[in-house]
């Protein structure tokens, strides 16, 4: 019953698994109703015919408070138990546990990038291994995209401009589909894939067999050369006009108007393209230069990823 | 098609003052009293829809402002804050004038009106003229990011995000300057009636109607002055 | 309507351009946290008072109240239910 | 009963026949007459395009149409169906016709208001028209920022300004209804005597007043983003797109309710009408609609559950979503107790009423799926949502117009319709409808995108069922724009009160004078005061007036 007879496709995720009885509840509870308001309507339809001889006598003096309080309080009950159970799966489906497998994703028209910690990078596929969280880190190139898996019953919206999470933990090896599902303009319907579920082992054979290219952040090292980030950025304890990059991710940073913020990887992309938003305090007066449209978003994922990489011990200490 | 039906059993009683300082009433009305109050709801109703129309950009305003305090605070310095305070100025006294200007028309003073009306355009005028004024020179300044005009932002802070809140300026001031000018061209065609000395009963309801609109479009600029002018870096989070 | 005398209208002007000053003065200084709120509350004052009487709601029906106000709470829950999202987004 | 029935001598449709005296008109009645007609285009428009689609989806292939087509295609059919048919049908029809006569007054408010607003959705209509034949939009009847306001290269500004002044005329239509229903009811009629139609009508001119400027404005950013190259919306330029769609969802979901609020009004007419009973919890329907008027607005963010706003946020809006569908719940259980023992005749607007109940209810709590946070997660953007609002738009809001234009047919035109070609076809457009939709509901729990031109091929099965459910749609939906159009010249003429029902606009001749009522109503009792139906015996369906 893994599919909820057919209405549902397979349910290849642990999400998948924890959603579909509440689809279930959703269906008996709404196919019980209309079908309770539709035999009443005929029944009454039908008895109360003008033709039929029926006794009509109705109190006129009666009154029905009670039963205009049942008309509300039944369903809202009803609609307490879909609320609850509903935000409840929600709430808990939205921190990705720390030791996820970290994807990057980043959407454009019509595509999908894939790029895994090692360094594979592949499009409009996307290969995992099962019974491991999987943390996708997507960010769009363009307009607004949304990544779709209807056998993990998981989607997010992918806007440019900022990072989305979505995560999901495989529970059933096996091929399904990947659909772009918000309108993202003329081959919005092309923009589709799959998602390759793979045992452990598999995966890793996967991993190992496919052309290893650089991974994020040894291409995020070259950019960092290539864009002479580090004629500024000099390493500890040389210190010079603007603030070291070691250990910084997820710690807290004073800013100049007296704030702090910690490093994560919204703060990470937006130092980078937009460097002035926020200033570290006691920099800034020669000011970094922005690189909004100089770097390819592909190209600020694999920056952060080697930012992240010269913080080794703070990786899961988010404060 | 206006003559008046009269209603022996309507609720509405003629007992008030003004009645005959109303204008004639139209076929679907019973009585003057009832198309007064039916044309002032309707006009409260359509200063709502204004006031919505001009929410959505106070909504832009207020998550832009938010998220970048120090950019607007800064920006905001380049907007001339004493040009400003004389155009408030400027239009509050005309609220004053649209005031009298109503009373005048209903109390049948042609002269009074006239005089009225032509110093809340005047004064109206003068604010367009400074804006206008202000407006070039931004665009001098490069500081207006309109049709591909040259922006070019000098401050310590993020030109793009600077350019945010010229861009929500001109939307925002540029809506109230368009409402003013609308206004301007309703108060013209009330100063032309009260010229040719109509009779002044048949406008007292439209000129009471302008005068409504006139208060509110200074109503909006009450707050644009200390929303767009007068911004300190504020730390609210 | 009631009452044909302009003297509020004067007293609300002077009233005004009291205000007016005093936004402008208080921008001056630096009230830290207060600064929005003290502006906004100034603002508020002044659209109040012309409401109330430039636009005649002082003489106006519990129901052209209702009109007036129903914009104000519309706006209310436009700015704060989508505040809820922006104050809270996570990264 | 048998003396033969005279039309009244003078109404409003022989006061003039010249082009002028149609097109300068002021007179509400004939407003709604250009209404009607220029609706009826705009629906064709709509259906043609949807038509089209449903043919291209027939194959998982995209072998009919491009895909670009096919997104101009969905486009045009969700903006046309909404801003040009659906959100003022019923108001600007029914609505136009009937406020001012159901509340004893004769005219609306503002006359030439309500004229203004007739030409002004002609403009916008004409602005939407003229970009589909230059070449059309693709952006969805949503508009999504960045995708329309920078990459695509459609007409999105002349859309947008089309349905931007569209937009005013409903401002307009929302406005005159307000001030005529506070200031103009005849002597007597206190609020809790007018009919309930009248009640949903307010609360529709509730939503838009109050909501429409905001989509205008929301337009208008959209256009000078595109026009200018800068603006509040292009993350690429420091804007933020998700504020698009807070601004954009804060009119367009309380526009749903402007879109069923009236064919809930309709409905609860009809329904007393014809089981000849006063209506169960008239208080409670009157209330539950102001409700939904002001709760409407505040959960806009159920549509962005997915979109990346903030997790409160999401919370927030589920809940509120909850919140906004109980005063529906509480119409619905009204007008079926209304039912139990009334005494029933199953004439066409009673069986459209009855297909409204039970189709809204099916789309309704449709919608309660989706405002289930982890449920939309998995439904959000697929078929689901889109059968979602077919039922009730579609099966809830466009079969209660058809019940109420069949209702009031008569007094429109003064010609009665011809009975078993009407139950024939309201049985077939059930039929089409449910065949066209419900696959779609299985569609989305599999997890079919919407707006997709090419699909995999396990969904076929499903697509050519809609198909062909859409066809027998369509084939139904052309019966009645052909027998009413017949009935003008052939339809028997039709008494004063066919329906033998209660209510003002029953009280004047079929077609009503020009200026509504010979003699100023006075109303004296409350709405629906129909005598108790006799005990035990049938009722006989007769022409007297039961109202005295
Ligand atoms: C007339 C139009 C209309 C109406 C009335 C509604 C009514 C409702 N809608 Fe719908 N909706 C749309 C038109 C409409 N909608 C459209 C057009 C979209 C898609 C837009 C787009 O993206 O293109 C949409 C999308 C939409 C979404 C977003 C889906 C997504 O994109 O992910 C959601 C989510 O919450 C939603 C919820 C609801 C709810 C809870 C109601 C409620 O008001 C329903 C209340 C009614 C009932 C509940 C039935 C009657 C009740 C009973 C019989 C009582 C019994 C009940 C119990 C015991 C529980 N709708
Ligand atoms: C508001 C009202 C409304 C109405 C009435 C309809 C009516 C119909 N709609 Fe649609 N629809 C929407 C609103 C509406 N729709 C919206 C808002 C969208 C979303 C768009 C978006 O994604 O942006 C949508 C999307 C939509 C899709 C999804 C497209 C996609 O996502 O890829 C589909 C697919 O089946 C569809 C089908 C239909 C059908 C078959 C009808 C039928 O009921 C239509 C039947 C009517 C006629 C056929 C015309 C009348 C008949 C005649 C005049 C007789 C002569 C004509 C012929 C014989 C052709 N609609
Ligand atoms: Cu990408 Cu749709
Ligand atoms: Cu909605």
């Known amino acids: 019953m893994d599919n909820a007879f057919g209405l549902l496709p397979p349910a290849a995720s642990a999400d998948a698994a924890r959603l579909d009885p509440l689809i279930l509840f959703l269906i008996c509870v709404s196919g019980f109703m209309s079908l309770l308001i539709a035999a009443t309507i005929v029944a009454f339809a039908v008895r109360y015919r003008r033709q039929a001889r029926v006794n009509r006598s109705i109190n006129a003096q009666a009154n029905h408070g009670w039963l205009e309080a049942t008309f509300i309080t039944v369903p809202a009950l009803v609609m307490a138990v879909m609320f609850a159970w509903g935000t409840h799966l929600y709430l808990g489906a939205v921190q990705a546990p720390a030791d996820a497998l970290q994807i990057n994703v980043l959407g454009k028209q019509w595509m999908w990038k894939f790029q895994h910690p090692q360094g594979q990078r592949e499009i409009n596929e996307l290969h995992v291994p099962v019974d491991r969280a999987v943390r996708l880190k997507m960010i769009s190139e363009d307009v607004i995209h949304d990544l779709y898996v209807p056998a993990f019953r998981v989607k997010h919206d992918v806007v440019p401009g900022r990072y989305s999470t979505l995560w999901f933990t495989p529970t059933r090896a096996g091929e399904y589909h990947l659909f772009c599902s918000q309108y993202c303009g003329s081959k919005h319907s092309e923009m589709v894939g799959r998602v390759v579920v793979m045992s452990q082992s598999d995966y890793a054979g996967w991993l190992a067999g496919k052309t290893s290219n650089l991974t994020p952040q040894e291409s995020g090292k070259r950019l960092y050369a290539q864009y002479r980030c580090g004629s500024c950025h000099k390493t500890l304890p040389e210190i010079g006009t603007c603030p070291p990059l070691e250990g910084i991710y997820n710690q807290r940073v004073p800013l100049a108007d007296g704030t702090t913020v910690i490093a994560d990887e919204a703060y990470l992309r937006e130092s980078i393209v937009r460097p002035q938003a926020k200033i570290v305090a006691g920099y800034g007066k020669e000011p970094m230069p922005p690189f909004e449209g100089v770097l390819t978003e592909e190209g600020i994922l694999d920056l952060i990823a080697y930012i992240k990489s010269l913080s080794p011990n703070v990786e899961k200490a988010a404060p | 098609m206006t003559s008046p039906t009269s209603q022996a059993s309507t609720s509405h009683t003629q007992s008030h003052s003004a009645t005959g300082h109303l204008p004639p009433v139209a076929m679907q009305f019973d009585d003057a009293l009832q198309q007064h109050d039916a044309c002032r709801l309707g006009m409260w109703l359509f200063l709502s829809t204004e006031l919505m129309l001009f929410g959505g950009l106070f909504l832009a305003y207020t998550i832009f402002r938010i998220a970048h305090a120090d950019v607007f605070a800064e920006a905001s310095q380049h907007v001339a804050p004493g040009w400003a305070t004389v155009m408030t100025a400027l239009l509050l006294t005309s609220s004053l004038t649209m005031a009298l200007a109503v009373q005048a028309v209903r109390d049948g003073l042609h002269r009074r009106a006239t005089v009225c009306l032509l110093l809340t355009m005047l004064l109206g005028g003068g604010f367009i003229g400074i804006k206008l004024h202000e407006y070039h020179s931004l665009y001098a300044e490069h500081l207006a990011p309109l049709f591909g005009w040259p922006f070019g932002y000098s401050g310590q802070q993020d030109a793009s995000l600077a350019k945010m809140f010229f861009v929500l300026y001109f939307f925002m001031t540029g809506l109230h300057a368009l409402h003013m000018v609308i206004g301007i061209s309703l108060l013209c065609w009330i100063m032309v009636a009260m010229i040719r000395k109509r009779d002044a009963r048949r406008w007292s309801t439209a000129a009471e109607m302008v005068g409504l609109y006139w208060h509110f479009v200074d109503l909006v600029w009450v707050f644009l002055f200390p929303l767009l002018y007068l911004i300190r870096p504020d730390k609210w989070f | 309507m009631s009452g044909h005398s302009t003297r509020p209208y004067f007293v609300v002007y002077a009233l005004l351009m009291v205000l007016l000053a005093l936004t402008v003065g208080a921008a001056t200084q630096d009230f830290q946290a207060w600064n929005f709120p003290i502006a906004m509350l100034i603002a508020t004052v002044k659209a109040g008072l012309i409401l109330v009487i430039f636009m005649h709601l002082r003489e106006s029906s519990a129901l052209t109240w209702l009109f007036a106000s129903a914009a104000l709470v519309w706006l209310a829950i436009m700015l704060g239910l989508s505040l809820n999202d922006y104050l809270f987004r996570m990264g | ?352 009423a009855l297909g409204f109940i039970g189709l809204f209810t099916i789309g309704g709590l449709t919608g309660l799926f989706l405002a289930t946070l982890a449920a939309d997660v998995h439904l959000h953007d697929t078929y689901f949502v889109i059968a979602h609002f077919h039922y009730i738009m579609v099966g809830g809001t466009v079969m209660a117009y058809l019940g109420g234009l069949h209702f009031w047919w008569p007094k429109i035109t003064g010609r009665m319709y011809p009975e078993v070609w009407a139950r024939l076809s309201a049985i077939g457009i059930f039929i089409g409808f449910n065949l066209t939709f419900f696959p779609q509901y299985i569609l989305g729990l599999q997890g079919m995108p919407r707006r997709y031109h090419v699909y995999p091929e396990e969904f076929q099965v499903l697509n050519v069922l809609s198909s062909a459910g859409a066809s027998i749609l369509a084939v139904a939906y052309a019966f009645p724009i052909t027998y009413l159009l017949w009935s003008l010249k052939y339809g028997a003429i039709a008494p004063a009160n066919p329906w033998n029902a209660v209510g003002l606009e029953w009280e004047t001749t079929s077609p009503p004078p020009t200026h509504n009522f010979i003699e100023q109503p006075v109303v004296d009792h409350e709405a629906y005061n129909y005598a108790a139906p006799a005990q035990d015996s049938p009722q006989p369906i007769a022409l007297e007036s039961t109202a005295s």
Request: charge should be positive; glycine fraction near 8%; hydrophobic fraction near 55%.
């Open chain 4, 1 to 352: 009963m048998t003396e033969a029935i005279v039309p009244p001598e003078h109404h409003y449709l022989n006061d003039g026949y010249s082009a002028r005296s149609w097109l300068l008109t002021t007179d509400h009645k004939r407003i709604a007459v250009l209404y009607l007609l220029t609706i009826t285009f705009f629906f064709a428009v709509g259906g043609v395009a949807a038509t089209i689609i449903r043919l291209e989806l027939l194959t998982p292939a995209g072998d009919l149409v491009q895909s670009e087509t096919y997104n101009k295609l969905f486009s045009i059919h969700g903006i046309i169906m909404v801003f040009f048919f659906l959100l003022p049908v019923i108001p600007s029809v029914l609505g136009n016709f009937l406020v001012p006569i159901m509340i004893g007054a004769r005219d609306l408010a503002f006359p030439k208001l309500n004229l203004a607003s007739w030409y002004v959705f002609w403009i916008g209509g004409l602005f939407t028209l003229w970009a589909v034949v230059v070449g059309g939009v693709d952006t969805g009847w949503t508009f999504y920022t960045p995708f329309s306001s920078v990459y695509t290269n459609t007409y999105v500004i002349a859309t947008a300004a089309g349905v931007m002044i569209a937009g005013f005329s409903s401002i307009f239509t929302g406005l005159n209804f307000i001030v005529t229903i506070h200031k103009m009811r005849a002597p007597g009629l206190t609020w809790f005597r007018l009919p309930l139609f009248i009640w949903s009508m307010y609360a529709t001119s509730v939503i838009m007043v109050l909501g429409t400027p905001v989509l205008a404005i929301t337009l208008t950013l959209l256009a000078l983003e595109r026009l200018t190259h800068v603006g509040v919306f292009d993350p690429k330029i420091g804007g933020d797109p998700l504020l698009f769609q807070h601004l954009f969802w804060f009119y367009s979901h309380p526009a749903v309710y402007i879109m069923v609020l009236p064919a809930m009004g309709v409905v609860s007419e009809l329904v007393t009408c014809f089981s000849r009973k006063k209506i169960f919890g008239y208080k409670a329907i009157a209330y539950s609609s102001m409700a939904i008027a002001l709760f409407g607005f505040l959960v806009w963010g159920h549509h962005m559950f997915v979109s990346g706003q903030s997790v409160y946020a999401a919370v927030v809006f589920s809940m509120l979503s909850f919140l906004v569908a109980l005063p529906s719940a509480v119409k619905v259980f009204n007008w079926t107790a209304t039912l139990y023992k009334g005494s029933i005749t199953f004439n066409t607007p009673l069986l459209y």
